[in-house]
């Protein structure tokens, strides 16, 4: 019956495949990552301002000083001025439609990034011009590497001194393995952003200052001869550097981009709103439209099949009034009526889907019909879990999000023992929305399970939230293991015997190895030659 309902939401007239494909080609999915303060938030403020979606840059994110703004609801982030959570806005340019994922700003919660890039087409890199690639920049290209995900390259904040602008073509290429090839070249040293010539073009757009930043940034457009006659030796060394470039790099290469082999570079500064429009204007042009995706098989999922789609994010608390669990959906396939059934392919069963809701802070609109690269926010969600698949019809199942490998460890105890039942709830709560690993053995015990994070500020999310939400305050005690290895094999167990090493298990029975060092790694060949030990979710750390 449930099956029947949604096979005919499916087929609603007027959404036909030709409509999906072209619904699909319309859309544009990607995240702003960078290393935080490279102006993330600002450039997310700076193209929701020109897709006119807010009236005022400053009104999307949590930072010191701008806390009453729509992204932070949870209280820990109020109080730090971090934004944790995700959420996608979504926004019209040029009759494209843009779904933005939100990332968080801190490091720690690069496992939610991680999640988020699963979801999304294409990736803009924000490097900062004084600062160049940092280590998060690097941790992040490699996991679009991972992804095989393009990524768009913006040297941002040109308007403070900074790094020569060669010098930052020179990083790029040798510390990720993409060859840049500069769309726009800067006119003025960075602390003299002037505005930009188009190395193929030869144009130049001279930008001009507006109160604040708080309005789209006036440009102007002129040709060669006008713009040596206004800018001077800063055009002729602009051109210069350009065309070296273009000698040395050549014209953008689109297939080669979108396999991740090099990366379209722009020159902008969020905060004055200069490059903003244009990086608009390259995501429509160079940015892949919502396509295919791969099913755990391999095989291609088409746009046009019957509705498809993925949780990649949980969110739990966001409307404190209500309790609630949204699962954020990266449609891949068909047309998401609200109210249509789903198949929840990890249950089988059925899933309802009344409440679906654009999320983006604590905005919330209704979505009614949702196509290829949209991202929905199912409400009331909490039967699913990130990274799982729901269809209509033809049956299929996403690859599976994999984990981060954690680098922080440890046990957690409810302070009253009286709230052992809460303590098991919660902690089983936070390990299906992925706020954190649970991992567990016979020796510790359900009462003492042992939490593991990539960064430690998710260990605060833990005791904040289970306190809060669950009435179970927690006492958190450190282990000393540094890395994690899954282990294969036929009794991971025998590994306990090596001094600093300890085997736990995931909810599942997978059983993963905590380590103090690497060196204890070598120490298991020797041990148990029979066992192998996988590097989780193939991160390098
Ligand atoms: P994040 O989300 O990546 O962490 O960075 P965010 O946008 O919060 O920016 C970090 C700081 O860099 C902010 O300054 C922001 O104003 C500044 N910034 C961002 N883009 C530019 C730019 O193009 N030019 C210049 N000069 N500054 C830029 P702050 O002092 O930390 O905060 P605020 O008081 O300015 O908001």
Redesign the pocket.
């Known amino acids: 019956m449930a099956v029947q309902r949604a096979e005919r939401a499916a087929h609603e007239p007027g959404e036909s495949p030709e409509r999906v494909l072209k619904e699909a080609r319309r859309r544009r999915t990607f995240a702003v990552i ?1 290393h ?8 997310t403020e700076a193209l929701a301002l020109h897709a006119h979606v807010i009236a005022e840059a400053g009104a999307t ?1 949590g ?1 010191a ?2 806390r009453t703004t729509v992204s932070d609801w949870l209280h820990m982030e109020q109080e730090r001025g971090i934004s944790i959570s995700s959420a996608a806005l979504q926004f019209t340019y040029r009759d494209t439609v843009f779904t933005l994922v939100d990332t968080p ?1 801190h490091a720690d919660f690069s496992e939610d990034t991680y999640r988020v890039l699963a979801a999304v087409d294409c990736a803009v890199m ?1 490097i900062d011009a004084a600062k160049g690639l940092e280590s998060q920049t690097l941790k992040l290209f490699d996991v679009c590497r991972r992804r095989g995900l393009p990524v768009i390259t913006v040297i ?2 040109w ?2 001194p900074g790094k020569d602008a060669l010098e930052l073509m020179d990083e790029v290429q040798e510390r990720t393995g993409r060859l840049p090839v500069p769309l726009t070249w800067p006119v003025g040293l960075s602390g003299d952003f002037r505005g930009t010539v188009d190395p193929r073009g030869g144009s130049y757009t001279r930008y001009r200052r507006v109160a604040a930043g708080a309005s789209a940034a006036e440009a102007e457009v002129f040709r060669a001869d006008e713009a040596a006659a206004l800018e001077g030796p800063a055009w002729t060394e602009a051109v210069d550097t350009a065309a070296l470039v273009a000698e040395s790099n050549g014209d953008l290469d689109v297939e080669a981009f979108l396999a991740a082999r090099s990366t379209p570079v722009l020159f ?5 709103n200069f490059g903003v429009a244009t990086l608009l204007d390259v995501l429509v042009e160079l940015a892949p439209p919502a396509g295919p995706r791969r099913d755990g098989d391999g095989r291609l999922r088409p746009v046009e099949a019957p509705f498809s789609g993925f949780v990649f994010k949980l969110q739990a608390g966001m409307d404190r009034a209500h309790r609630d669990h949204v699962a954020f959906l990266r449609v891949c396939s068909g047309v998401f009526h609200r109210g249509m059934v789903l198949t929840h392919a990890a249950t089988g069963k059925p899933f309802a889907t009344k409440y679906a809701h654009h999320v983006f802070g604590r905005d919330r609109e209704t979505v009614e019909t949702a196509y290829p690269g949209d991202v929905v926010g199912l409400v009331n969600a909490s039967a699913l879990r990130a990274g799982d698949s729901v269809y209509v019809g033809l049956p299929v199942v996403f690859p599976p999000i994999p984990h981060f490998s954690p680098e922080h460890f440890q046990v957690a105890r409810a302070v009253d023992a009286g709230r052992a039942k809460q303590f098991r709830r919660g902690i089983a709560q936070l390990e299906h929305e992925g706020v954190i690993q649970v991992l567990r053995s016979d020796a510790r015990g359900d009462q003492a399970p042992v939490l593991a994070a990539v960064g430690p500020m998710q260990f605060e999310v833990v005791a904040d939230r289970m306190e809060r939400e669950f009435g179970a305050q927690v006492r958190l005690e450190t282990l000393p293991y540094t890395l994690a290895r899954r282990v294969l094999g036929p009794d991971p167990e025998v590994l306990n015997r090596i001094p600093g090493v300890e085997v736990l298990r995931r909810t599942g029975g997978e059983a993963v190895a905590a380590f103090t060092d690497r060196w204890k790694l070598g120490r298991v060949a020797t041990h148990a030659p029979d066992l192998v030990l996988e590097p989780i979710g193939g991160a390098v750390d």
Not at 36 to 43: F, I, Q, R
Request: glycine content about 12%.
């Open positions: 960078s935080p303060d490279a102006g993330k938030s600002t450039l994110h930072k000083g701008r700003g924000l941002n904040k308007d403070r902008a500064a969020a905060a004055l």
